[in-house]
Each structure stands twice: as C-alpha cells, then as structure tokens.
C-alpha cells in the first residue's frame, strides 16, 4: 500500500538533490550546494518518527517490520548502482584507483563509509572529486541512524511515557550534538563533524523534534504567509552564506524543520511552490537520483581530466536524470510495492555476497590485469600515497598523542624523533627504515598543519600545540636526536599577540627556527634540520598526468624544472645552515637535483603524491640521507 505523499517534502527532496547535484558539476557555480544533503538529515528524522510514533499508538510496531521496510526502500537500488559502478571502474581506472575504489566499495557495503573517506582523504579536494562512491557517505550515516534510533526512541516511548520528558530528553541529545559540532569548530576538525554520525545528530534530532511537537497540540495563531517565508529565507540566505564557529547548515535545517512543522496550509497561495508537479517529480525520484549522479559526474572528470565543459555538464545531467528515471521506476517501485519479501532479502544477500567476493578478489590480486600500460600505472600509485602510522603506534605524548616506531625490536629507547608538520611525516618512511637498522625505536610526533614554531605559527591555535610538543619532547631525557621538518615556503605567520607577519626574504622565519633549536641544543638535545625540497605545485600532477597519458595520448612527461629556480628560492636557507649546523643539515636536494635540474619522478614512477608531498617512491629515496648523517 502507498503512503500519501506531501508536496512540501517531496519539494525539500528537490531542493536538496539538485543543490548537490549542481555543487558536484561545478563546486565553483554553486560552492554551498554540498549542504544539500543535510536538508535529507532533517527529513529523515522526522519521516522515520512520525511513522514508529503512528504506529505505537496503533501497537503495530515491529523491529523487524523496520528494518526489512528500510531493506527494500534502500538496498536494491543502492546494489544495483554498486553493480553498475564496479564494472564501469574495472573498465576505466588504473591499477590504483581501482584499489581505493574497491576498498570504498566494501566500505560502503558495510555502511561504514563516512570512516573509510575521513580516514583516506575528505570531500572537497580534487582527488576526492574522483572517487565515484565518495556520496554514499551519507547514506551510511543514515544507516547508522536507522541501525540505533528506532531502539533508542521506542525505549524512550516505553519506560516514560511523559511527553515533556521525551521532548526534553531529545533536546539534550540535539544540544549535546551541536556542542561536539562547536567544539570541533573551534579546533579546526572540520573533517571530523562533516563525516561523523554523533556530529550529525542534532540534525536528525530536529527532524524527531518537528515529528514530536504536534503531539502538544499547541493552537496555531501565526500568519501562514510570514511563517513560511521566513523558514524559505532561512535556506536561501544559507545556501548563500556561511556562519562562522557554527555548523555550516545551521540556518538551513532550521528552516526546513520550521516547514515541516507547519504542515501546508492548501488554501495558502504561498503553499504553490509546493505543488509544482516537476519538483514534486525531482522529489519522487531523489533517491535514485542521489545515488546515480556522482558516479556518472566523477567517470566522466576521470575521463575528461579537465574541468567540465558546459556540454559535458548537460551530457551528465540528461545522463543522471535517464538512469535515475528507469532506476526508480524499473527497480525502486517494484521492490517496494511488487516483490514479495522472500525475493527481496533472496536478492539482497546473493548481490551483497557477490559484490564483496568480487572486491575482495581482485584486491587479493596485486597484479589483476590492466588494460593501461605500467608506466600510467606507477604514476598513478603515488597519488595520494602518504605516510600513516597504524593506529597501534600511538602512545599518549604530553597532552596529545605521538606515533612510537620499532618498539617491538628494543624496549621503548626513543633516542630518536623526527618532528614537524607533514613535511616532516612525509619523512616517515625512511624513518622507520633508519630505525630498523639501526635497531632502536623512535617517535613521529606530527604537527598537523602546523609549524613547529613556539614563538609564531599558522595560527593562535598551532603556537599552542607546538609549545605543548616542544616542552614534552624537552622534558624527556630520552630523546637524544631530534629531527625537525617543515613547509619552507609559508610566507605568512602570526605572533602569540595574533599579529600577522609576511617572512617575503626568510628573515622572520629564521627567527623562529634558530630560536627553536638552541631551545633544544640547550637542553642536551642533538639537532637536525630537514632542508627544502623543489615542489611542483602546479607544474607537476601525478593525478593528471596518469591520466593523460591514457586519454589523451600524452607522450612525453616532463619531469624535471631547472635547477636555478630552485637556487633562487633557497640558496639563502641552505647557505645558512650548511654553516649553522654542518652535517646535522640534511638536505633532500641532493637527491632530487643535480646540477641542472631538479626532479619530480622517472620512468619508474613519480617522487610526489601530490603538489607537495613526497610519495613513498620518493621518500624511500631519502633513506640514504638519513643513513649518512643521523648518528
């Protein structure tokens, strides 16, 4: 049987998928667009407690009911996607991508997803742009909301039956929720909130909130007219606007729990945007449409490499709406009105045991055969390529953590630590390799973001968090060598008055540097600097090249820049501390230049991961200078 549909929410479907869909063709034509999704946070919460509150009052709740009706509105169609994205992926992606896409993918059939993307990377870069799953990060967070809500609230509805108990006890839960939000803010881990459920919470909870509140029977003594026009203006001005140390969608979920509240008044003129038979049609099929878009958006960026032309954009569009078409009505309708449960959950489990043997397979299968060349392929294995410490090596250093190698060789003897940001962690590679071979363990201790400056930094925030590395690493008498790496071309740093400098001929800079090795030297520590190195910023893209080479011919891949850019960049730097500190300056130019040229990779691969990171085919080149020079 076929629930009524209401216009004003099949219409905040609408809104919200195209937003997304427009933000993933051209984040720079609609930047805000991204929020769309959190507008689907809001719905969710209230379509799902307004069904489990009808149907307690009518003793028709079941758990089991639940959660097979969540089966087939979602899993059918979200295989079938999943299906269609594996075959499109083995097909078009290198080697590597076809790695990370494969681990998404399992990933994502465990609804796990939003772990998987905050750990590898997050949502806004480029590269993120690339991974066709990367959406279905929200989708595990409803499920993870469908998996504990439903449990939670008929608890709730069960031992207390005192609505104003209920209602205050959600809106704890919201307060708390948008608290981690805020608290997170303010500590510059945006990623964190964007991803995570708890972080999520306070959206859902409004939606709970809106589904609860008629059941106070408050009279309604508001103009129609005003009430829905402020709740409109309140997701239109966020849409345009961000509010800073608050989360970014606040206005907006607010505006739409208002409209959901306040359920369509019919003879209402206003309540006509509401009743547009296109949108309500965009809104009837937003979950297929949700689904389908970014795959199809992210192959053909694959592709095309280069920023989407218009007719691509339109190409992708007719493309998404086709497939979404059919996908809704040839596979959501009929599992959700025609097949009988027997078939559905038949269906379910022999897609989901084959699409996790088929990922598991060729993951096993380090060499599963590529159409491309090896040369594409080794380039392409170096993107985004960076060093991680397991989370097995993090040890409590000071008020925060530090990564402890080679522990499991030596009692803990942590002669050795390499600090800095992660142009020192970049570094951990040979690192490790050094300590192996040296039999002793060492630690990572990584300044995200951050310098390892305790006078001036990137920030307020980052001065502090240096400090509190710094005073831990001269406090332990351990620590013998300390090796400090950093971003050497940061131009701009603020003073612990909040003071804004420009270092334009690396004067202030030097300041901060010295100042942060006779703080060490002076308390018994061995010091050694990690030197500049030669970035392609933008001359050099191991993401683009790879694929260049395969769609669209390219040939001949320079590597390298000539060296007296390099020489006039840092050849004051490098003078310097060849003189400061003799040997205990190690210096990565060595490796990636000659006298000539410096270079970003060869024939067997790139030397970077990104713009300005090392890859490990790149650091593994620099063990040698560890091995020369750290005693």
């Known amino acids: 049987m076929k629930s009524a549909r209401r216009a004003d929410i099949d219409t905040l479907r609408a809104v919200s998928v195209i937003s997304v869909i427009f933000f993933h063709l051209d984040q720079s034509f609609f930047p805000n667009g991204y929020l769309g999704v959190d507008i689907f946070f809001v719905i969710s919460g209230y379509v799902i407690t307004k069904s489990i509150i009808r149907n307690f009052k009518n003793n028709k709740f079941s758990f089991l009911e639940f ?16 299906f269609t994205t594996i075959i499109f992926a083995s097909f ?18 465990g609804f796990v997803s ?18 066709p799953l990367l959406h279905i990060w929200s989708l595990s967070v409803e499920e993870q909301f469908y998996l504990f809500f439903p449990i939670f609230f008929y608890l709730l509805l069960k031992i207390k039956k005192n609505l104003n108990f209920n209602l205050f006890t959600v ?53 129609d007219f005003l009430y829905l026009l402020f709740a409109i203006t309140l997701i239109i001005f966020n849409f345009v606007t961000k509010i800073k140390f608050l989360p970014d969608a606040t206005l907006m979920c607010l505006g ?21 038979k296109p949108i309500i049609f965009i809104g009837l099929i937003s979950f297929s449409l949700y689904l389908w878009h970014w795959p199809i958006i992210s192959f053909l960026k694959y592709i095309y490499i280069d920023k989407l032309s218009l007719n691509l954009m339109i190409l992708g569009l007719i493309t ?19 097949y009988k449960k027997k078939q559905i959950l038949t269906f379910v489990a022999v897609n989901y045991l084959v699409l996790f043997l088929s990922a598991s397979f060729i993951l096993q299968s380090n060499n599963f055969p590529s159409r491309y060349d090896k040369f594409p392929n080794k380039i392409a294995s170096s993107i985004g390529n960076i060093y991680n410490c397991s989370r097995f090596e993090y040890i409590k250093f000071g008020d925060t953590y530090a990564c402890l190698l080679n522990s499991k060789r030596k009692k803990d003897n ?61 406090n332990d008498k351990r620590i013998v060598n300390v090796i400090i790496g950093l971003t050497w071309y940061t131009k701009k740093l603020v003073n612990e008055k909040g003071e804004i400098f420009i270092d334009n001929d690396f004067e202030i800079r030097k300041k901060s540097i010295d100042k942060l090795i006779n703080s060490l030297k002076k308390n018994g520590k061995n010091v050694y600097l990690i030197g500049p190195i030669d970035i392609p ?10 694929r260049e080479i395969i769609f669209k011919g390219k040939k001949e891949i320079n590597f390298k820049v000539k060296r007296e850019n390099f020489d006039a960049e840092y050849e004051q730097i490098i003078n310097y501390y060849e003189l400061l500190l003799g040997s205990n300056f190690l210096k990565p130019s060595e490796i990636l230049c000659d006298e000539k040229n410096c270079y970003f990779g060869d024939n067997d691969g790139s030397f970077f991961s990104d713009s300005n990171h090392l890859s490990k085919y790149g650091a593994d080149k620099m063990y040698n200078l560890f091995k020369k020079n750290i005693k």
């Open 320 to 338: 998404t709406f086709i497939v979404s078409f059919f996908s809704w009505r040839y596979v959501e309708q009929p599992f959700l009105y025609k």
């Open 414 to 474: 942590r002669k050795l630590i390499l600090f800095g940001n992660s142009h020192a962690y970049m570094y951990g590679w040979p690192f490790k390799n050094h300590l192996l071979q040296t039999d002793q363990s060492g630690l990572i201790v990584q300044l995200t973001s951050c310098l390892p400056f305790i006078d001036q930094n990137i920030s307020l925030s980052c001065i502090r968090k240096s400090k509190n590395y710094f005073d831990e690493i001269n």
């Open 92 to 109: 078009v992606f290198l080697i590597a991508d076809l790695k990370r896409f494969l681990e998404s993918l399992i990933s994502s059939l």
């Open 537 to 546: 910023g933008k001359k050099f893209s191991p993401e683009t090249i790879s």
């Open 171 to 223: 809106l704890v839960i919201i307060s708390l929720s948008f608290i981690i939000n805020i608290f997170f803010i303010s500590k510059g881990h945006k990623d964190v909130i964007f991803f995570m459920f708890p972080a999520r919470i306070w959206q859902f909870g409004l939606g709970i909130l809106i589904a609860m509140l008629p059941l106070l029977k408050i009279k309604n003594t508001l103009n």
């Open 256 to 276: 739409v729990s208002l409209i959901l509240y306040r359920a369509t008044n019919e003879k209402n003129y206003l309540t006509n945007i509401f009743n547009i």
């Open 67 to 82: 959660y097979f009706r969540r089966i087939k509105r979602i899993l059918p169609v979200f295989l079938v996607v999943l």
């Open 114 to 131: 939003n772990f998987y993307f905050w750990i590898t990377g997050g949502y806004f870069s480029t590269n993120d742009q690339l991974k």
